[in-house]
């Protein structure tokens, strides 16, 4: 498994060893052992979760502000443009975001710790996002960052207004939002 580094450092893309040959290709998308190697991180991931979406739906900017949810994600239909942003107050990148195209055809997955908030906008004519997760949904938890926050300025890759439901169109700021110490 190969591990690249974002501008965040705690948050890493993954690309796993593909076997192709003429009848197609075989990945073994997550091996326990395999990622806390690669990786050095030792976790319990308890839920499996999977959308699908159509070509300009934005999802996000999510995290749960008790009970927060590290995250593995992947794109296994079409391909997203995925976005992580730190929301921790003391660390050195608080406010500061990394973008990742996650892609069925490449099979890579990104990383994102709990203590950063998460979204992605569909760049292909559909896609089908799965992510294994850390922690279990708690809706009461549940908050969101409003995916245009001026202060981030996150150039999502679309041309117009992307498609989102009213609980993400009415995100809160970073600087109103909970967020973590």
């Given amino acids: ?9 705690d948050v890493l893309e993954l690309e796993p060893k593909v076997f192709a040959d ?4 075989f990945v073994e998308t997550y091996n326990r052992r395999t990622f806390r190697e690669a990786t050095g991180l030792d976790l319990e991931f308890v839920q499996d ?9 934005l999802r996000g900017l999510h995290y749960q502000i008790r009970q927060p949810q590290g995250k593995l ?23 500061k975001w990394t973008a990742v195209t996650l892609s069925a055809a490449k099979h890579n997955m990104l990383w994102v710790p709990a203590g ?3 979204g992605f906008l569909v760049v292909s ?8 997760v850390t922690d279990y949904y708690a ?21 117009g207004e992307p ?11 970073l600087s109103s939002a909970d967020l973590f110490d």
């Fill in 1 to 9: 498994m190969k591990v690249t580094r974002t501008e965040l450092a």
């Fill in 116 to 118: 950063f908030a998460h």
């Fill in 49 to 57: 979760n999977q959308s699908f979406s159509k070509k300009h739906v």
């Fill in 139 to 159: 809706p009461e938890h549940e908050r969101c960052i409003v995916w245009n926050d001026r202060r981030l300025a996150i150039p999502w890759p679309i041309g």
């Fill in 125 to 132: 004519e559909n896609a089908v996002v799965q992510y294994k």
């Fill in 73 to 95: 994600v992947r794109a296994i239909v079409g391909e997203v443009y995925d976005v992580v942003v730190d929301i921790r107050r003391r660390s050195p990148t608080f406010g």
């Fill in 22 to 25: 003429a009848r197609g290709y």
């Fill in 163 to 173: 498609i989102v439901n009213d609980k993400d169109a009415r995100g809160a700021a």
